[in-house]
């Protein structure tokens, strides 16, 4: 998961959440102020299970 984080002048703070890397760099460059683009990992996610023999 992709998640875009603006901050706006007036104190409010709106996150975006993508699925796939190229939305969320697409609607990056889209979007004015001050943002954070940033990739959430989960360790429980498939890729980090280890198999227990």
């Known amino acids: ?5 603006v901050y706006s002048n007036d104190n409010n703070t709106t ?3 993508f ?3 190229k939305e969320a760099k ?3 460059m889209n979007i004015k102020g001050r943002k954070f ?5 989960y360790f429980n996610d ?3 299970v280890q198999d227990i023999a």
């Open 46 to 48: 498939a890729c980090f």
């Open 1 to 5: 998961m992709w998640v875009i984080t």
């Open 19 to 21: 699925e796939t890397e």
């Open 26 to 28: 697409d609607a990056f």
């Open 37 to 41: 683009l940033a990739e959430v990992i």
């Open 15 to 17: 996150m975006f959440e």
